[in-house]
């Protein structure tokens, strides 16, 4: 027998390069190349809209990039920034500065890799979908919240970080318009919006920066145009690679960062599987779910060591890989190459990058992050999943990230209680018992029904006994006026028992006792019986009196009845 590894990490790159080929390096080389390119508006522009520069965002992409795809345990998985992480790495830097995050994405990257060890990579695809879809529009109505100033060229500062405070501020500006950034701002967006028109291989958002930035370069060198804010006139972009810095940590500090740490893991873990998922359902492949967690993990904490922000897996540019042939981690590993070459070489062309264009490349990004017909879907499902979406996405917006996770997931565990307790069912029976098909054939007549010896009561549990139910069941077999001397409890359906289950069911032991009401149990499974046995109330109850169908425990009943009547 084959010893199980309990450390579930084997990344696909080493898989893939055992029967590697020239004809598959000639694809993979093809699609990192266009990945590499893509990627290059994307890092830069939510490098910014995070709070630092664009730089940080492409050493992210680059080191990020290379770490998942050489770790990873998809085969086309894209690591980088993305839109979804922009909120959160904002109101850490406003909260805590530079330091703050670099400490905050090492302990995700900490956590990443701790739920990969503990093989949770399958447990994360159960977050609530409504979850899921409530923050995701929240992070798209936040990130574009951010834009309309660099859109609009309203040439505000020192913004209010709150959504309330910003809109506040944004509709008492909205009489100063700059019109040339609006235009440039309003042409990006319709150059990304109909590129696909004319060809679904080429980014919109690549032809929109390279278009608009060769105009801004022409208009500001030879019509000496003023009034068009850039990249050059904001930033300093660095061409040279950034120096380790190791975080100093302390108790304090992991104390007070650990929530927002938390928020980064989990946002982390759930959009790499997502998108790790969704590459899955077009290439027919199947990515090793810990083994990316275990690399994302990987990737976070080297990548906050070189100044960088927080890395995941990136759906569009995993989509744009497999859409342009990459078969291997090997288009991953060339796509931060190429990423590389394009910072080193090409840096100071990205001084003319018009901050209105980045504008709009992060409002088609926000637009698409909304899921705007998921939400639809779910606003026509149960009133407890439109709750649970709508709660995430308010307090998404209005408060934190943070605390939309947290109360949504326990919005969430709440409504689905509600669901258990209302799905369980427990009936009373005194005279006659209805018997189901399966119980008919232990029946010796096959009736459907049998009759109730008189003093003998029976109660079904329809469901899982746990705390949701118990007090309900307590209250039922302790109703007023029940005056049997013999009670059955059905359990053939009760497929575990939590603690409050069994307090319960050992105060209804110790009650029966009391009045010298004989108890019996009938149906019950293996997991049931363990419990019993192991907590003391099998022995207490006595063997006899635990049987395994409810003929039996009739049986059981009436032999009592008649011996008490001797």
């Known amino acids: 027998m084959q010893k199980k590894n309990w450390f579930d990490f084997s ?28 990627a290059l508006p994307l890092a830069i522009a939510f490098g910014i809209a995070s709070g630092v520069s664009p730089e940080v965002g492409i050493f992210t992409a680059i080191l990020g990039g290379f770490i998942v795809s050489l770790l990873g345990g998809s085969n086309v998985q894209i690591g980088g920034p993305t839109g979804a992480f922009i909120v959160i790495v904002y109101g850490i830097i406003q909260r805590y500065g530079i330091d ?12 990443l890799i701790v739920m990969g060890a503990l093989k949770l990579g399958t447990l994360i695809k159960f977050i609530p979908y409504p979850i899921i879809v409530g923050f995701t529009a929240g992070i798209a109505i936040t990130i574009f919240s951010t834009q309309i100033n660099d859109l609009f060229g309203l040439g505000l500062t020192q913004l209010p970080g709150d959504f309330l405070g910003k809109w506040g501020r944004y509709l008492g500006a909205f009489t100063n318009i700059s019109l040339l950034p609006f235009l440039f701002g309003i042409a990006s967006i319709l150059i990304i919006a109909f590129t696909p028109r004319l060809s679904k291989k080429i980014p919109g958002s690549l032809v929109a920066i390279v278009l608009l930035s060769l105009l801004a370069f022409l208009l500001k060198h030879f019509a000496h145009l003023e009034g068009l804010e850039c990249i050059g006139d904001r930033y300093t972009i660095q061409t040279t690679l950034p120096r380790p810095v190791f975080p100093t940590l ?3 500090t992991v104390r007070e960062l650990f929530p927002s740490a938390f928020t980064i893991a989990l946002l982390g873990a759930i959009e790499s599987l997502l998108s790790a998922s969704v590459a899955d359902g077009v290439t027919g492949d199947r990515h090793r779910s810990n083994t990316e967690l275990i690399a994302q993990g990987a990737a976070n904490l080297v990548v906050p060591i070189f100044g960088g922000i927080p890395v995941t897996g ?25 990423l590389l070459l394009l910072l080193l070489f090409l840096g100071p062309l990205m001084d003319y990058i018009p901050m209105a264009v980045l504008a709009g490349v992060l409002v088609i990004v926000s637009y698409n992050m909304s899921g705007w017909r998921s939400i639809v879907g779910i606003l026509r499902g149960p009133r407890a999943d439109i709750a649970v979406m709508v709660v ?3 307090l998404t917006v209005l408060l934190d990230l943070t605390v939309a996770i947290e109360i949504g997931l326990l919005l969430a565990m709440l409504m689905f209680m509600r669901r258990m307790i209302e799905s369980v069912h427990i009936k009373v029976s005194e005279d006659t018992l209805h018997l189901d098909l399966e119980e008919q054939k232990h029946n010796t007549l096959q009736h459907e029904c049998i009759n109730i010896p008189k003093g003998v009561e029976v109660y079904e549990i329809e469901g899982p006994f746990f705390f949701g139910i118990a007090n309900q069941f307590e209250e039922a077999v302790t109703a007023v006026g029940r005056t049997s001397r013999v009670r059955i409890v059905r359990m053939r359906f009760v497929s575990f028992m939590d603690s409050t289950g069994l307090h319960n069911l050992t105060n209804l032991v110790r ?11 009938s149906g019950v499974n293996k997991t049931v019986l363990h419990t019993l046995l192991t907590s003391g109330l099998l022995q207490e109850l006595g063997q006899e009196n635990v049987l395994p169908n409810i003929h039996l425990a009739l049986q059981r009943a009436q032999e009592v009845l008649d011996r008490e009547e001797k």
């Not at 893939?16 to 590499?36: C, E, P, W």
């Open 250 to 252: 302390s108790i304090e």
């Open 511 to 521: 009650i029966c006792k009391m009045n010298r009401v004989h108890l019996i149990l």
């Open 314 to 338: 990136a759906i569009a540019r995993t989509m744009t890989n497999i859409n342009n042939g990459g078969k291997t981690p090997v288009a991953g590993l060339i796509h931060a190459i190429v």
């Open 392 to 394: 995430t996405f308010a």
């Open 100 to 111: 703050g995050l670099i400490v905050a994405t090492f302990m995700a990257g900490v956590l």
């Open 11 to 38: 990344p696909k790159l080493f898989d893939t390069l055992k029967n590697y080929s020239a004809r598959t390096f000639a694809q993979d080389a093809m699609s990192g190349i266009i990945v590499g390119i893509v």
